[in-house]
């Protein structure tokens, strides 16, 4: 049995976080929002609990997980080295953005990092999930609230899509205000690596570390080779139907032939261009393209429609971000 609890994202009602913090406390998952997607979580201190992560996702156990943190006295208890990178992770914590110290406690199981030596940490910034943490005391182990290869949840009713019936809760406060996952930067190498692309814009982490090391597999989406983040390897955040991302827009006109049968995944600006389509945001606001991207997925692959064309944008900003999720998504890519 799934229980479906809203909560009002601002001002989180302490009764209902209190049955979540007993179901993490019993070794249970949950699902709880954060300002980026839904997480799927549980006592990252309980390496059983954690396990039923990895079989509820359907995740590979080669793929470790975010360390949800509350407070920096939580990170001391699980990374070692983070001590000169303090005046950074104040500047961008709490929020959207994911760091991978090398790991220091015997408190987080080998289950939760997929055995590396690193973990990866995240202090969020969305009040429920911040007093979630903080009532129930410890850190919480949560990736995407998604199937393992979909879409990434971004409200509550994608979670119920992919999770109801597998979980004992769901906390419900509406859309994730970015849509995006976090930025991950791995600080635990000789230099800074970007993992992932998200919110916290690449353009800006580059004031801080201007020898950042952004690979060739953040921008192609498409990884080989010995994968830095685990994650990489496997496709990701795709819909169940074949997804065809234009990146060259001159090329539009003939996909569109090709694909007949198709629904079109556009920008507020091209959107008159098209006639089955599902607008997703304007290029005037950036962020709203990333905010219902993930959401834009999931409603295309519901249409009786055979295949997903989905526009490419201009990779700057926020919109590297998406652009670095189309790429994995896509079945074919047009250049
Ligand atoms: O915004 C987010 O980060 C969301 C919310 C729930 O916090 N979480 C999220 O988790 O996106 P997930 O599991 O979908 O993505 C985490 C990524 C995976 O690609 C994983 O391989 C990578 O982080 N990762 C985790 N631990 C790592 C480590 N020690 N070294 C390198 N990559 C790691
Ligand atoms: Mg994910």
């Known amino acids: 049995m799934t229980k479906v609890l809203k909560i009002d ?10 049955e979540a913090v ?4 019993e070794g ?3 699902v709880f929002p954060t300002e980026t997607v839904y997480g799927i979580g549980a006592d990252a201190y309980n390496e059983e609990a954690c396990r039923k992560i990895f079989e509820i996702k359907g995740r590979p156990s080669d793929n470790p997980l975010i360390v949800h943190i509350g407070s920096l006295s939580q990170l001391k208890e699980i990374a070692d080295n983070y001590e000169p990178y303090m005046d950074f992770l104040e500047k961008f914590w709490p929020g959207p953005l994911t760091v991978i110290f090398p ?12 055995g590396l030596p690193t973990v990866a940490v995240r202090m969020p910034a969305h009040p429920v999930a ?3 943490i903080e009532m129930f005391g410890h850190p919480i182990a949560a990736p995407s609230a998604n199937l393992s290869g979909r879409p990434s949840a971004t409200n509550a009713k994608h979670v119920v899509e992919d999770f109801m019936g597998r979980v004992k809760m769901i906390l419900d406060a509406g859309n994730a205000p970015f849509g995006l996952e976090s930025t991950i930067i791995d600080l635990s190498k000789d ?9 916290v814009e690449v353009e800006k982490l580059k004031e801080i570390f201007p ?7 953040v921008r192609s989406g498409k990884f080989s080779g010995k994968p830095l983040a685990p994650g990489m390897k496997y496709r990701h955040y795709a819909p169940s139907k074949p997804l065809i991302l234009v990146e060259n827009l001159e090329k539009m006109e003939g996909i569109l032939r090709k694909y007949p049968n198709h629904i079109v995944i ?3 600006e091209r959107k008159d261009l098209y006639r089955k389509k599902i607008v997703v945001g304007s290029l005037k606001k950036p962020y709203s393209i990333a905010q219902n991207m993930f959401a834009a997925l999931r409603e295309a692959e519901k249409t009786e429609k055979e295949y997903i064309i989905v526009e490419g944008v201009e990779e700057r900003g926020i919109l590297f971000a998406v652009m670095n999720r189309l790429r994995k998504a896509a079945s074919e890519i047009v250049r």
């Open 9 to 18: 994202p601002l001002n989180p009602d302490e009764e209902s976080l209190k």
């Open 22 to 25: 007993k179901l993490l406390r």
């Open 28 to 30: 249970e998952v949950i």
């Open 103 to 114: 790991k220091k406690s015997k408190k987080i199981s080998p289950v939760v990092t997929a």
């Open 130 to 132: 911040q007093k979630l």
């Open 191 to 199: 230099h800074p690596v970007l993992l992932r692309p998200g919110p």
């Open 211 to 217: 020898e950042l090391v952004v690979p060739d597999f």
């Open 266 to 268: 556009c920008v507020e």
